[in-house]
């Protein structure tokens, strides 16, 4: 009895070691039957990054994606990449295999905003953090700020009226950056405001200049002017410390206890709050200056948007101004507008994952470490989801697009936690801008810069005056 109890159980572990190696051989033939996606390396080191930047990246990417089809590698700002420009394979990496895929950003960035904004985690220290942020930037909060951001609004569009040609973009630029103070800390004490403008705007030169740390050069200025923000943020933290229970994000994160009691640090309240400046100023800024743009050079479009907001302002302003989803229901041209701007204008091209294991997506490898994109402006230009996707028509979102075909805030585990209130802001000021304002564009607008989001060339200078 006692033999054959050995025998079973060797025949049993014989049998296991027989399956594993089975399985795992099966799994290398598996492997070795996926091959790399269709597309060019470039050269050794560089790759392709010095032909995407003197084409234009869309030009870059819309070329490569007609030569090789929806999914093709290349090698751009020194890593092997794997571009993704449809639907099913953006959502298979933002939404149903997020845990394959990390967030991933060059280290001289994270370094500026900070290792511990969201944006650079996974798992439940990313899960709290988003939390926190969703909570705080949550329609029921947001529209508490909508009186603020009228006054932020109001104030703005006057300094612009006074004769001088501005660059739009800086002046969105500052509008963006007031309602994000706003909404991290509320009523923020004027000189920490100031303090923490001025020390911003240098921190952000930073962001896409070389990461040459010596005396003098931008990226050097940059880190010190965010060792400068850290004391700024600790000393807006001592004060607010009592302050805690305040629905803004400041509050938030001060109120924030982990399971085992512990609070955040302040390097980590201050990450977090870099991180949400960085997230919500370039971007609401561009898709507002690319709006006036593209009103600009439609005339027709310009004057039935502006009579929809006339409307609102005789009758209803009061009803109208209590959320985003109430004001989009009463404007429904100019949130089209805003829609379609995302759509045509896309300021967030793509985005940036790395794949965190080898994985195989519809016959293709994508080895682990390669960067993977999903190329949104791709998507939101196929012709099989938006018929002439060069024309700007914001009657299109008369219907829903199908879904992911349409990520102007992403997708998934990371999609944009702002998205209200960036909408809110952008028809608060869009309102007083149609209904009080009239300007003229100096120059020509026809060009694009990156700075790293697309805006027209200077951008987009304007003349603006105060309607009679
Ligand atoms: C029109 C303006 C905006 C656009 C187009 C935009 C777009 C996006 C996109 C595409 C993402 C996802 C990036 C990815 O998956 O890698 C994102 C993430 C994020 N956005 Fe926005 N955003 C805008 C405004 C804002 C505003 C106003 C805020 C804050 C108040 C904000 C805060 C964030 C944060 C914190 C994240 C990171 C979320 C995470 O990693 O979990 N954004 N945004």
Redesign the pocket.
Known sequence: MKHFATIFYTCILLSSIFSYYLFKKEKRLHKSRAKLPPGSMGWPCIGETLKMYTQDPNVFFTSKQRRYGDIFKTHILGYPCVMLANPEAARFV?VSRPHLFK?TYPKSKEKLIGPSA??FHTGSY?ACM?KL?QTS?SPEVTRKLIPDIEKLAISCLESWANGQVINTFNEMKKFAFEV?VL?IFGQLNKKYTDELKENYSILEKGYNCFPLKLPGTAYHKSLKARKRLNHILGEIVRENKENKFSSNLLGHLLNFRDENGNALSDEQIADNII??LF??QD??AS?LTWILKYLTDDPKLLDAVKAEQKEICESEHGETWSSTWVMARKMPLTYRVILET?RKAS??SF?FREAAVDVEYEGYLIPKGWKVMPLFRNIHHNPDFFAEPEKFDPFRFEKPPTPYTYM???TGT??????E??KLEMLVLLHHMLTKYRWELVGSSNLIQYSPFPVPKNGLRARFMKEL
């Open positions: 933002l967030p969201l944006f990313h988003r942020v930037f994000g909404s991180g949400v997230a919500a971007t609401t898709v995302m300021v967030i985005t102007p805030f992403g990371h999609a944009c936690p702002g998205n209130l960036a």
